[in-house]
């Protein structure tokens, strides 16, 4: 199975500042046939399900705002949150989806400083 | 809208069984696989497997592929998960999802509201 590393665990940051968070896959999640790294984000609120913010690594879903950006490729990946806002406070999955068993990271709880 | 509506919870005891469903509506449901996450109280999300309506395909985490099983019913445009020899371990919300694309297999796209699962004795 592709085991999923996100970094940090958890982390707080000022409203209006940035967020980072690391993702890690144990084998490489890029598609050389497509180019496309199978790599997609989701963000969870308490007592929510997850919703898809991104996928391909870098694709915004439809109605996400643009201060969430996703980047990497292979095996190292990264969701930047430009200008953290109040309602951003979740935790925040990546998931890799190239190959059965799809697998989760870990999860990073994203707070306000 | 995309809607994907799941049954209430259940409370089950140890070796007995659980049958999740998950109704779908505003979409084409036989042309998108759904996939089953679950997540333990305070846990990650841990993925159990996927299912194409179309052709019935399944794959299964090895963790479950022993005690689940998962098809559909498209006269009804409904999912089901069956879980078997339920385990304490297995108390979570069990979420049902649905692919984002007719061809994007495995990004969960939209999610139902869960189930909440508890098993004990």
């Known amino acids: 199975d592709i085991v999923m590393t996100q970094s940090p665990d958890s982390l707080a940051v000022s409203l209006g500042e940035r967020a980072t968070i690391n993702c890690k896959s144990s084998?490489?999640?890029?598609?050389?046939?497509?180019?496309?790294?199978?790599l997609a984000w989701y963000q969870q609120k308490p007592g929510q399900p997850p919703k898809l913010l991104i996928y391909?690594?870098?694709t915004r879903e439809s109605g996400v705002p643009d201060r969430f950006g996703g980047s990497g490729s292979g095996t190292d990946f990264t969701l930047t949150i430009s200008s953290l806002q109040a309602e951003d406070v979740a935790v925040y999955y990546c998931q890799q989806y190239s190959t059965t068993p799809l697998t989760f990271g870990g999860g990073t709880k994203v707070d306000i400083k | 809208q995309v809607q994907l509506v799941q049954s209430g919870t259940e409370v089950k005891k140890p070796g007995a069984s659980v049958k999740v469903t998950c109704k779908a509506s505003g979409y084409t449901f036989s042309s998108y696989g759904i996939s089953w996450v679950r997540q333990a109280p305070g846990q990650g999300l841990e993925y159990m497997g996927w299912?194409?309506?179309?052709?019935?395909?399944?794959d299964y985490a090895q963790k479950v592929q022993d005690r689940v099983t998962m098809t559909t019913d498209t006269s009804t445009s409904t999912a089901y998960m069956e879980v078997r020899s339920l385990k304490s371990d297995d108390t979570a919300v069990y979420y049902c999802a649905r692919d984002l694309g007719t061809v994007t297999k495995g990004i969960a796209g939209y999610w139902g509201q869960g189930t909440l699962l508890i098993v004990s004795s």
């Open positions: 084998q490489s999640v890029l598609y050389n046939s497509n180019n496309k790294n199978y």
């Open positions: 391909w690594a870098s």
């Open positions: 299912i194409s309506a179309k052709n019935g395909n399944t």
